[in-house]
Each structure stands twice: as C-alpha cells, then as structure tokens.
C-alpha cells in the first residue's frame, strides 16, 4: 500500500515534468521494469532511489513523501 502512494506521485511528478517512463529510467541509471515496477507500487523505492528521482525533477524529495493520513 505505502509503495503504492509512492509510485503514483513519482510518476505523476514524472509525466508533469515531460519525461516518458524510458528516457527517466535511462537517467536515473535503472532499467524501465525497476522503472514500472515501482511507478506500479510493486517494489519500495530505496532513499538513494528517490534521491535520484528528486534531483532529476528538481524537486525536494518531500514533494515525493505521500501525505500521512489521519485515522481518527
């Protein structure tokens, strides 16, 4: 579920900044399965992943962190 949340806002911070699953898994040094795989929610990405991911999108990597949802 958390990979989940984290896939989708990586890849909606992917596509908002114009790059396709291909040329974005090329920059960041990873295959475009790893790529979808974690865009899928199907594998956690690791720190160094999303460090990766916020410096190429130029964005700080809170921008990444999905919201923490209240369970009241």
Do not use: C, H, Y
């Amino acid at each position: 579920m958390e990979a989940e949340k984290w896939g989708r806002r990586i890849r909606a911070f992917r596509k908002l900044k114009g790059f396709t699953q291909e040329s974005f898994a090329k920059e960041l040094g990873v295959s475009v399965s790893i790529l979808g795989e974690v865009e899928r929610g199907n594998r956690m990405p690791s720190i160094e992943f999303l460090k990766r991911v916020s410096f190429l999108l130029n964005i700080p990597i809170e921008d990444l962190t999905p919201p923490v949802e209240n369970k009241e």
